[in-house]
């Protein structure tokens, strides 16, 4: 199909690639677990913290593990692996905080429906530990 550079297609074109390469795992169904996931990407973190922000959000409050050379730049996400508690699907959440908070790390999660939002709502914990995958921007 033709696309001329400059034509509103193209451009609408440009914009769903750039959103589907950078898109998280979401509903890929692989768990932390999956051969087809590279290990070596995936950062153990442990919950420090989780509490209410607004009466639909919960902040989670995380410590990646030492010595993981985890970090991010503004505008980042995480893969969010949880894989306990019979949740296998991966969530996709922004960092909400700064990256000399590191190793802390905090993300805020709007309640949903979708597995990963509700684990994070009802049965995350401080003292659980879940993987991370920095987001390939
Ligand atoms: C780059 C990026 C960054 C993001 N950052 C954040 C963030 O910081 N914080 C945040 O809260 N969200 C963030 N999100 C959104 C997040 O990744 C999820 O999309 C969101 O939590 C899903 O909830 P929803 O209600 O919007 O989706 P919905 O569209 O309602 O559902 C999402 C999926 O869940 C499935 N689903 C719904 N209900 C069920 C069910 N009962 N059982 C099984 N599957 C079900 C649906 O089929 C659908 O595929 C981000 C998304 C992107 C793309």
Not at 77 to 90: A, L
Not at 110 to 122: D, E, L, N, V
Request: net charge positive; with cysteine; proline share 8%.
């Amino acid at each position: 199909m033709f696309m001329p550079h400059g034509s509103c297609r193209w451009r609408a074109w440009g914009a769903y690639r750039c959103f589907h390469r950078s898109k998280p795992l979401l509903d890929h169904a692989k768990s932390g677990n999956s051969p087809e996931v590279p290990q070596e990407l995936l950062v153990p973190a442990q919950i420090l913290a989780v509490r209410n922000l607004t009466p639909k959000i919960k902040e989670l409050k995380l410590q990646v593990e030492e010595h993981s050379g985890f970090t991010f730049k503004a505008g980042n996400w995480v893969d969010f692996f949880i894989d306990q508690d019979g949740v296998s699907k991966v969530g996709g959440y922004s960092m909400s905080s700064i990256p000399s908070s590191l190793p802390e790390l905090r993300l805020a999660v709007k309640t949903s429906r979708h597995p990963p939002a509700q684990w994070c709502h009802t049965l995350a914990q401080p003292g659980k530990w879940v993987k991370l995958r920095l987001s390939d921007v």
